[in-house]
């Protein structure tokens, strides 16, 4: 394959991660690659939570946590906590973890509680109790294991998106990525439309052979320039807007998010080494923007201070094609489902890693692109699904938002089909593997989410059930998963360890 020119407008997470993995999967090919940025156009500043695969690019692109943690403030996360999704009472709020090896011991008792217990016996069904990183969030622990711990911990990150922008600049510029700061102007169009140039207000005119859109929600390359349609899905998931503060970081720091259902959305709770990042997520049908201000500053303790808020619009759905004839989008210009699961890093690496696969199989050829463009559209109505089921599934009627949101019909048929397998008590993973979706949100996920929030019979319903259905004794499952926590360091003092060999390095 010869070498080609790629040039990436846009220099948010998005354009740094793409330039990052480009750079390091086609070091040896003769790639020339380029990252053009705006200088007035600034990027969105919000994204500060990951989900595992973070950590994976970072082994690819080959940069290790004592080299970026510190510097862009990150802290470890083990999953997430949903609270008041759910007012069912015992199921006010669950843990989602990131599953690790020795959850492999104690997730089927789980799996059997939670199937036994849809089908009417009365036993523990709560995700809470079964995994390791639900116990390391509750003391606080670094999911870091010692060598003499022979079990692989899986693990999320937070951090400060603008200093993981500028970190990872210059990790790219290491790999010999060109930077120019320059503001689009006008896209110019050869005959087959597709793109021939781009001219920049200071007069420079770039031209490339991959042209990859990280103008965020501009998305000034796929959808504006070349007309690509937006497949909005806003009928199924309401949230619009959001307003965000930073507040400061306490003494013990946090190992998860915290996603608190408010009246008219969620809040994020995000914590930093040196602030939490918060933002109330919310449908701007239902509520305007100062009601939705003075809702999270009560939430936030914050209704006498006078930090600033800001605030933000969205609009979440995908394009019909992220790689349309010379052009891929990637990050928000491809779309946004919400923020709920952090979900959206983890599709710009999945979207740049699968198109470098297909480039190097088929170079343009129609049918990689086509087969790229389904596997990427499968994973955002996948991930889309998951989330709209977060509120499909909520037992919230304090607000118009949450009756309209626990009625929506216009769900998929792939969700309706996967709830519907729940309620009847059947083991959802048949209903996963057929619809090809296990390799998005595995069982576990599924699991987690709708025992988290109890949809369950009612405990009128349930019965005490035989021998064989109390097979599992929950303590030993306690002993168990507390006897492995006891190998992880509280989270401050791996943060301070990090901490330490920067300055070091500096
Ligand atoms: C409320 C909210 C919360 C979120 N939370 C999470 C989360 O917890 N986890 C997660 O993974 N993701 C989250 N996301 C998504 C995340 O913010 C983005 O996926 C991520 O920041 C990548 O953004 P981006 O690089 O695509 O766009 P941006 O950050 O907007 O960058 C756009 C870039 O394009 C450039 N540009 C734009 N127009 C032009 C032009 N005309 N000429 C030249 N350059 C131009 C700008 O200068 C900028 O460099 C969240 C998003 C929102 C809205």
């Not at 401050?492 to 330490?500: D, F, G, I, S, T």
Request: proline residues 4%; contains cysteine; charged residues 20%.
């Amino acid at each position: 394959m010869n070498g080609k020119r790629v040039l990436i407008l846009g220099g948010g997470t998005a354009g740094w991660i793409t330039a990052n993995l480009m750079a390091t999967h086609w070091q040896d090919k003769g790639f020339d690659i380029t990252l053009v940025e705006s200088p007035d156009i600034g990027i969105i500043g919000v994204g500060e939570g990951s989900t595992p695969p973070l950590k994976h690019f970072m082994d690819v692109i080959g940069v290790d946590e004592r080299e970026w943690m510190a510097e862009c403030k990150a802290t470890y996360k083990t999953g997430i906590t949903f609270k008041d999704w759910s007012i069912k009472p015992g199921f006010t709020d669950y843990f989602h973890p990131f599953l690790s090896q020795p959850d492999q011991f104690s997730a089927p008792a789980f799996f059997h509680n939670s199937h036994l217990r849809r089908n009417g016996v009365d036993l523990e069904g709560h995700p809470n109790h079964f995994f390791l990183a639900t116990e390391l969030a509750r003391q606080k622990l670094a999911p870091i294991a010692p060598p003499n711990f022979p079990f692989e911990i899986n693990y999320g990150y937070h951090f400060d998106s603008s200093l993981l922008g500028k970190f990872l600049a210059r990790v790219a510029a290491r790999k010999g990525v060109k930077y120019i700061q320059a503001t689009l102007q006008e896209v110019v169009l050869g005959d087959d439309g597709s793109i021939n140039s781009l001219k920049m207000r200071d007069g420079q005119q770039l031209s490339a052979d991959i042209y990859v859109d990280c103008t965020g929600f501009n998305s000034e390359l796929l959808q504006k320039a070349l007309k690509v349609p937006f497949i909005s899905c806003a009928d199924i998931l309401f949230n619009d807007s959001a307003v965000v503060f930073p507040t400061p970081q306490q003494e013990q720091i946090e190992v998860q998010t915290m996603a608190t259902a408010l009246k008219y959305g969620w809040a994020w709770k995000i914590p930093l080494t040196h602030r939490n990042g918060n933002g109330y997520v919310y449908s701007s049908r239902f509520c305007d923007k100062d009601k939705a201000e003075t809702e999270f500053r009560t939430h936030l303790n914050l209704l006498d201070s006078d930090i600033e808020a800001r605030h933000l619009k969205f609009k979440v759905g995908r394009v019909a094609e992220q790689w349309h004839k010379n052009c891929l989008a990637v990050g928000l210009a491809q779309g946004f489902i919400e923020p709920l699961e952090a979900t959206a890093l983890d599709m710009v690496q999945e979207t740049v890693a699968r198109f470098i696969e297909a480039y190097n199989n088929g170079n343009y050829s129609d049918q990689y692109r086509q087969e790229f463009n389904n596997r990427i559209n499968l994973r955002f109505d996948a991930v889309r699904d998951y989330i709209v089921c977060h509120y499909r599934i909520s037992s919230r009627t304090d607000t118009d938002y949450w009756i309209e949101n626990g009625r929506n019909e216009k769900i998929s048929n792939s969700l309706r089909s996967i709830l519907t397998s729940w309620m009847q008590g059947k083991n959802i993973t048949d209903e996963l593997e057929r619809q090809k979706l296990d390799a998005y949100f595995p069982n576990v996920s599924w699991s987690c989410l709708l025992a988290g929030k109890g949809i369950y019979p009612t405990q009128a319903q349930l019965k005490p059930g035989n021998e064989l259905a109390h097979q599992y004794d929950l303590n030993n499952i306690h002993r168990y998963i507390q006897g492995c926590a006891l190998n992880f360091k509280p989270h401050m003092e791996q943060l301070a360890m990090l901490e330490k060999a920067a300055i070091k390095a500096a």
